[in-house]
């Protein structure tokens, strides 16, 4: 319960915290690199270990797609842009709302020694907050929609968590490896505050 509480506040932050570092770049910097070098220690030293002692060697191949499948859906949605846009945007949001249910997941699973998730969800909490808040720049409002929204849903996944990690233990394990790929897309995607 208390990594759930960090995880909506570090949300319900996230806009004052990307309205300061607005005004101090050298900040912004220094935070992006340390988030970065948390993540992929988090990856490399946690998340993918515990995965391949579970699921076998598919959780590289599982990784890696995690980590390119973000640029690829990116790259495909710029060269429609325009016909593509308001769909793009729904489906982003409908993608970033299950993301947040699964956040909701990986919160509720037992806490343990070899159990990284939920300090994985809480790392890329504020950095997922504050991109949220750059995408919808021009409509503040809706940004607080979204993060409100963000929110709902990672609270419905922690609720339906325990009961879905007793049932479908196994599936965490490569739900796990897919989002230690996307955290590694994290680290390598820079996100400037000041571009909208």
Request: neutral net charge; contains cysteine; aromatic residues 10%.
């Amino acid at each position: 319960m208390i990594a759930l509480t960090i995880s909506i506040v570090l949300l319900l932050v996230a806009p004052f915290v990307y309205r300061a570092l607005l005004e101090m770049k050298k900040f912004w910097g220094a935070m992006q690199k340390l988030v970065n070098i948390l993540i992929s220690a988090l990856v490399v030293l946690h998340l993918l270990p515990e995965s391949i002692a579970q699921i076998g060697w598919p959780a590289l191949g599982l990784a890696f797609f995690g980590l390119f499948l973000p640029g690829l859906l990116e790259r495909a949605w710029k060269r429609g842009a325009e016909t593509v846009h308001l769909t793009s945007v729904g489906v982003g949001l409908i993608g970033l709302l299950l993301h947040g249910a699964m956040d909701g997941v990986a919160l509720a699973t037992p806490a343990s020694m070899g159990n990284s998730l939920p300090l994985a969800v809480i790392l890329h909490r504020l950095p997922d907050g504050m991109l949220i808040c750059a995408f919808f720049a021009d409509r503040r409002y809706l940004s607080y929609l979204v993060l409100a929204l963000l929110g709902i849903s990672t609270l419905g996944g922690f609720m339906a968590g325990g009961r879905f990690f007793q049932e479908h233990a196994g599936v965490l394990a490569y739900f796990q490896a897919l989002v230690a790929g996307s955290f590694l897309h994290i680290t390598f995607d820079y996100h400037d505050p000041s571009v909208h």
